[in-house]
């Protein structure tokens, strides 16, 4: 590979953060191996939590328990829940990074964000930092699934939310970081070279003179569309999503990959996450459904003033973004082969991803270009 970034500290981020608006947030120095079996984590699981939260410290292990929450293909999320002295129960939700995820993830950034956002409203509560995850409060509600997204009641709460959380205000450069990160990435995933023989023959036959062609054409193009900068999520799929059906409250959780950035990227690569990680992409929202989407997220309390021009304006700037989404998942994809052990065909999602981009780009293109045409733009 190109040259390793610089080691993720847990404890030195956590103090970081922490100085950007004075809360203290209890750090520890201890990491548990996320690849264990749950039987073999509980202890270990406990202690970290006895570790970080004092209050717990001298409680018996029977009052603690720890089952699995979700384990994708990047994170691992556990429930502890605890018996207090006084008798009161409360959970927590212990995550735990992926191995290597580093390289492609800013901790630092994500841990400055997160308590602005948390403060905002938006997600979990930080609890806690330790050497390879964090502790956040409990959110009871159920994660989406991609076949949720397409339900028009959903839609128009994501909408919603998505709307909020791009008021939010993050101290910090405001600069956009889609081509900063999608460059970087460029520049690993270029530069890889795999022990395995059978995933290096398949590496060495991705282009990637014809990869930055295309990266420096699509930047040109999007540039063009003058999408706002806001704060973005980055990652909005089904996963980063949970409802509380009973109390009809929406959740955005894990913003490892929030930034600031263009809005349409946001947007776009929302609608990209419709078709799962199976990337069936003939699941994605047809122009009605982005309509609806667009009319919830411009008006929130007046979504059918929207006009005709500002839907058009947004369906286009969304759908070139959507472009992007599949050129930086694809080369996180390859990066993610090379590092992560998870057992997930990174490699092939890589060229699922390319090949969408391929199939969608010349339709896309001249969506824009005749936008722009029309506006005066190009």
């Not at 209890?26 to 191996?33: A, D, G, K, N, Q």
């Not at 994170?75 to 990074?97: A, D, H, I, M, P």
Request: aromatic share 12%.
């Amino acid at each position: 590979m190109g040259a390793v970034p610089k080691t993720f500290n847990a404890m030195e981020d956590a103090k970081l953060s922490n100085s950007t608006n004075g809360d203290n947030v209890p750090y520890s120095s201890l990491t548990v191996e996320a690849s264990l079996s749950l039987p073999e984590m509980t202890p270990r699981v406990i202690n970290l939590c006895k570790d970080l939260f004092k209050n717990w410290a001298t409680l018996d292990d029977s009052r603690f328990s720890v089952q699995t929450v979700s384990g994708g293909i990047t994170n691992l999320l556990l429930k502890v829940s605890v018996t207090e002295e006084n008798g009161n129960n409360v959970s927590v939700t212990v995550r735990f990074y992926g191995p290597n995820t580093e390289y492609v993830i800013d901790r630092q950034r994500e841990l400055k964000a997160i308590k602005y956002l948390s403060a905002a409203g938006f997600g979990a509560k930080l609890l806690g930092v330790f050497g390879n995850g964090m502790v956040q409060s409990f959110i009871n509600a159920r994660t989406l699934t991609p076949s949720d997204m397409r339900k028009p009641k959903l839609a128009a709460e994501i909408a919603k939310q998505l709307h909020k959380f791009h008021q939010a205000e993050i101290p910090g450069s405001k600069e956009p970081q889609l081509w900063i990160d999608i460059f970087k990435f460029f520049e690993k995933a270029s530069t890889l070279h795999f022990e395995d023989i059978d995933k290096q023959r398949i590496y060495e036959t991705v282009s990637f003179e014809e990869v930055k062609k295309e990266l420096l054409e699509l930047k040109e193009l999007t540039g063009l569309l003058k999408s706002p900068v806001v704060f973005a999520h980055n990652d909005l799929l089904s996963g980063n999503i949970m409802v509380n059906e009973e109390e009809e409250k929406l959740y955005f959780i894990d913003f490892e990959y929030g930034s600031y950035n263009y809005r349409g990227f946001d947007i776009g690569n929302h609608f990209n996450e419709y078709a799962g990680f199976e990337c069936d992409y003939s699941l994605c929202p047809n122009k009605d459904e982005q309509n609806h989407f667009f009319r919830h997220y411009l008006q929130p309390d007046k979504p059918h003033e929207v006009s005709e021009n500002d839907l058009e304006a947004l369906y286009v700037e969304a759908n070139t973004f959507m472009l992007a989404g599949h050129l930086y998942w694809a080369l996180w994809a390859l990066i993610q082969a090379k590092m992560s052990p998870i057992d997930f065909d990174y490699i092939s999602y890589f060229f699922l991803r390319y090949n969408e981009y391929k199939k969608q780009k010349e339709t896309c293109f001249s969506l824009a270009q005749s936008f722009l045409s029309r506006s005066g733009t190009s």
